[in-house]
């Protein structure tokens, strides 16, 4: 799987967009765009995926480059319970190889 | 749905001897558990996959005779830590990939802390 880089940390106001980016410059073809995130003491959470469109669910959007160098995730209207860590993953979505792995990630904290 | 338990929540045993935790997928089949460690302020970890009814395949370094797995049926797989010692007090956590979509859903972890 491919290997990712993420910001170590990041602060964003309540109520603000938080916009978490993620390089995955060797990303290949098949590959997905996963975004997971842990709760302090939790086990990690599902937000989104996707492969080369934009992406949008309850929870985030995502936005991914043309090239798939890079990707965004974004919380629109960030909340004091989204303060967490968010892992950016890239991996074959496929039978044969699901293996997670998690980077360092970035540790998101929401200001009042 | 895909929701995935974890028991205990929390364990403290002494030293040398062994604990169990259990992962279950509460509303879905699971062919398929996967068990991290997560020590502190670090990144999860992938210990073991773990399929139904065959052995499990562990990652490279992690001792498969200290870490047994089992994955007697669908819905539970099961992580014995024998001899513990204080050096395995970490973050325990089990995924299951479901068989629709071959996503996979986290259970909410388990403390151990060996004194």
């Known amino acids: 799987d491919a290997k990712t880089t993420q910001p170590t940390s990041m602060d964003c106001a309540e109520g603000r967009a938080a916009n978490l980016p993620c390089n995955h410059s060797?990303?290949?073809?098949?590959?997905?765009v996963y975004w997971y995130r842990q709760i302090h003491s939790q086990g990690p959470q599902y937000i989104i995926h996707?492969?080369?469109n934009n992406e949008t669910n309850e929870m985030a959007s995502l936005i991914i480059t043309e090239d798939r160098k890079s990707s965004t995730l974004i919380l629109p209207h960030a909340t004091l319970r989204d303060t967490a860590v968010y892992y950016c993953?890239?991996?074959?979505?496929?039978?044969?190889?699901?293996?997670?792995?998690f980077g360092t990630g970035t540790r998101l904290t929401i200001i009042p | 749905g895909a929701v995935v338990s974890q028991h205990p929540s929390w364990v403290i045993c002494k030293s040398g001897t062994s604990v169990k935790i259990e992962c279950r997928s509460l509303?879905?089949?699971?062919?398929?558990m996967f068990w991290y460690r997560q020590f502190p302020k670090q990144s999860l970890m992938l210990m073991a996959t773990?399929?139904?009814?065959?052995?499990?395949?562990?990652e490279q370094g992690v001792e498969k005779d200290k870490f047994l797995i089992n994955h007697a049926s669908l819905t539970l797989s099961t992580l014995t830590v024998t001899s513990a010692h204080p050096e395995d007090s970490s973050f325990y956590i089990c995924?299951?990939?479901?068989?629709?979509?071959?996503?996979?859903?986290f259970g909410p972890g388990t403390r151990l802390t060996v004194t």
């Open positions: 995924s299951a990939r479901t068989l629709e979509d071959y996503e996979q859903y």
């Open positions: 060797t990303i290949s073809g098949n590959e997905y």
């Open positions: 996707g492969l080369k």
């Open positions: 993953i890239v991996r074959v979505a496929n039978f044969g190889n699901e293996k997670l792995t």
């Open positions: 509303d879905f089949q699971a062919t398929t």
């Open positions: 773990s399929n139904e009814g065959s052995k499990a395949t562990y």
